[in-house]
């Protein structure tokens, strides 16, 4: 199983990005998608995850910028970043929980992490 994600960049404060991911591989079912981000020192930290039935979920920091949307036959997960602050730069992870065959526990998958740098 891979999770390949894309979309990361520099931008100016107050712009936007578009984060995408794919799942790959081995898949059964996936229950949870999302991303989490890391910047410089700090402990790595939930951004947004949604669920197959369509259940959404946001940190507070980026409720009303940023929106999570899936495609569960694709097995995609997508961040839309609107108003990006400095405070938003970090590498951000895609997340998958997912299982690879009937019966099996569904276990975590992440993505090898993309840069989002917000200049001021």
């Known amino acids: 199983v891979q999770l390949q994600a894309c979309g990361g960049g520099l931008v100016q404060a107050g712009g936007s990005l578009r984060l995408s991911c794919a799942a790959s591989?081995?898949?059964?079912?996936?229950?949870?998608m999302g991303w989490y981000r890391q910047a410089p020192g700090k402990q790595r930290e939930l951004v947004a995850v949604?669920?197959?039935?369509?259940?959404?979920n946001y940190a507070d920091s980026v409720k009303g910028r940023f929106t999570i949307t899936r495609d569960n036959a694709k097995n995609t997960v997508h961040l839309q970043m609107n108003s990006l602050k400095p405070e938003d730069t970090a590498v951000y992870y895609c997340?998958?929980?997912?299982?690879?065959?009937?019966?099996?526990?569904?276990?975590?998958?992440w993505g090898q992490g993309t840069l989002v740098t917000v200049s001021s």
């Open positions: 591989g081995s898949i059964f079912s996936i229950n949870v």
């Open positions: 997340n998958a929980d997912l299982s690879t065959g009937w019966g099996t526990q569904h276990m975590a998958y």
């Open positions: 949604t669920t197959s039935g369509g259940f959404t």
